[in-house]
């Protein structure tokens, strides 16, 4: 199991999530977020506090996988995030040690899918 994180375009969350349908991942999670990436968060100085004022908003799609679903997932993020901008986000793949579904008691890959 995994556990793929991804930050995008907040202006993307509804194609990926049209993706993802397609692909037939239904399960997810989504957060605002604040980040930046490699072009860095600007820091400023006001009255010798250095201050950041670029955070920038993205939106934080987490979805947990049986391991054959991880590759489907990735390229329907992918697709429905890209623009070839900068910012357009990043997909982080994890190990996923254990899930329970609270109801049922099921754990691992039985609770995931
Ligand atoms: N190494 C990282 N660790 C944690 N979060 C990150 C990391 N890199 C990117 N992020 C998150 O992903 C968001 C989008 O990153 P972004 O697409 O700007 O990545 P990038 O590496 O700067 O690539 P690009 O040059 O295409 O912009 C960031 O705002 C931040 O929230
Ligand atoms: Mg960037």
């Known amino acids: 199991m ?3 994180v991804a930050y995008i375009q907040p202006h993307k969350l509804n194609d990926v999530k049209e993706e993802l349908y397609r692909s037939e991942i239904y399960k997810l999670s989504v957060t605002n977020s604040l980040g930046c990436g490699q072009q860095k968060g600007y820091h400023e100085s006001y009255r010798g506090v250095d201050i950041e004022v670029n955070l920038l908003k ?18 329907a ?11 357009d986000g ?16 099921e754990r691992g890959t039985d609770a995931v899918g």
Do not use: Q
């Open 58 to 75: 993205k939106i934080r799609v987490e979805i947990a996988v049986n391991d054959e679903f991880v590759e489907p997932t990735v390229e």
């Open 90 to 105: 990043k997909i982080f793949v994890t190990p996923l040690e254990d899930v329970i579904r609270i109801r049922s008691g």
């Open 77 to 87: 993020i992918v697709r429905g995030a890209r623009t070839g901008e900068i910012g």
């Open 2 to 4: 995994k556990l793929i």
